[in-house]
Every structure is written in C-alpha cells, then in structure tokens.
C-alpha cells in the first residue's frame, strides 16, 4: 500500500508510558504491538489490527502527550523550506529515521504540528478507515483562513466550507480525496493542534469502554454526514477521537 504526496498516511502516540498506553488502546481498539524490523529502534513500537500496521507509539517524557499526524511527501526538504516561506516553522529535521523514511516536523504559522514524511521501510498504515484503524485527521486552530492558506500552498490541499456546519468545519481534499477537516479551536486561547480520528464499530460501545480503561470522554457524540464522532482523551491526556459511520472505501 502506497500513499500520494499530499495525503495522511500514519500517526504517532508520544506518550510517557508506554505500557499503559498499550493497555489503554489494545483494550479500546483491539490492537496488538510489537517492533520495527531488526536493527530499528526498540522504543517504537507499532500498534497492529488483525495483523496490519494501523499505527505507532513511543515513550516521551520531555513533552505534553499527543498525537502526530503524518503526510506523505516527495521531499520532506523542500516542504521545510517552503513551510518557512509561508510563515511557517521546522521544529525538527529534516533527518532519516534509520531505515523508516525520512521526515521534517513542521509547526504552521499558528503552532500546530504536522510531519511530513517521505516512506522507505515505513510506507505508513497498512489499512484505514476500518474499524480499529485510522480513518480521518482534523486540524483544530486560532486562524481557519490563515491555516487554509497555508495548507494550500503547502500540500497543494482544496481546503472547502461545508454549507451545513455554520462556518464551523472545512474539508480537506488531497490526490486521493477528502481525508481530513479543519475546524475552530473550541476555547479562545488553547494550542492548536492537529488529531487522529479511528473507527470504532459501536461508538455506544467505545464510549463506555473509554471510561472503563481510564480515558475521558469530551462531547457528546456529534453527528456528521458519514456517521458521528466523539472527541476523547486517553489516560494521560493525549485527545484524538472516535467515528462511527459510513467509512470511504
């Protein structure tokens, strides 16, 4: 499996324990783990479903518990250039990550985090938008004009309103359709950030289960055109959110 530049194509959990977020996500997402190949790095694990790579997770103890979202890339370089032309920043790279890929970390001119990611032995998730796996990417920020903008010109994104949200949601649409959306921060003042969104069979039932394994549930769920969401936190405070609906094929 392959991914267009422009399209999300993996996420990260940097979390400061490692073996309580496998419990949390193993027991929500039915996820097993093991390692890269021999002679990669030990401390990053990937998280697997029914056997598929769906993601990753790796301790880290110097920052606040997130996500990272990844966008396949032709040319990490050029992106970190050019993400400082637009008013942007690289907070990291560009460097090779052994023999995964190669990846700048960017923050946009708001301070949300995205990496861009060019593959060599870490293509990116083996499946999505099925149950257990990664199915959408929302950019929660300050400045929704300035964020589609520099978006645009970055990933060569169409970002677009949706007429039925209000002014509230964008869509984003890359090489291989839509796979992501922007939206306002929802408190004045908070970082922006960018979130994973997984699918879950029963969202009645991943609700429940989030609680039971420590996690904390934010909202209601919210109904969208493909389903409904709900945005959530994991035990140690790191927010993605959970879908439940019609998936793209």
């Known amino acids: 499996m392959g991914y267009s530049s422009g399209t999300f194509c993996w996420a990260d959990l940097a979390t400061p324990d490692v073996e309580s977020a496998k419990a949390f996500y193993g027991g929500l997402l039915a996820w097993e783990f093991d390692h890269l190949a021999s002679g990669d790095s030990p401390d990053y694990i990937l998280a697997r479903r029914d056997g598929a790579r769906v993601a990753a997770l790796h301790e880290a103890t110097d920052q606040p518990p997130h996500w990272n979202n990844y966008v396949t890339v032709d040319d990490p370089d050029l992106v970190g250039r050019r993400a400082q032309e637009l008013g942007g920043r690289v907070f990291a790279g560009p460097f090779e990550v052994l ?142 959110s959970l879908l439940e609906g019609n998936l793209d094929p």
Do not use: C
Not at 203 to 214: D, I, P, W
């Open 99 to 240: 023999s995964a890929g190669r990846m700048a970390a960017i923050l946009d001119p708001q301070g949300a985090m995205v990496i861009a990611w060019k593959p060599a032995g870490l293509v990116g998730a083996e499946v999505v938008n099925e149950p257990g796996a990664m199915t959408w990417n929302d950019l929660l920020t300050s400045d929704v004009e300035a964020a589609r903008k520099f978006y645009a010109a970055l990933f060569g994104w169409k970002v677009d309103p949706v007429p039925e949200s209000g002014g509230r949601y964008w869509v984003i649409t890359g090489p291989e359709g839509s796979n992501g959306g922007m939206m306002p921060l929802p408190t004045a003042g908070s970082p922006p950030f960018w979130q994973p969104y997984f699918a879950v069979e029963s969202l009645k039932a991943a609700q429940a289960k989030v609680r039971e394994l420590g996690g904390r549930v934010l909202t209601e769920p919210v109904t969208v055109p493909s389903g409904a969401f709900v945005a959530v936190l994991d035990p140690h405070g790191a927010g993605f």
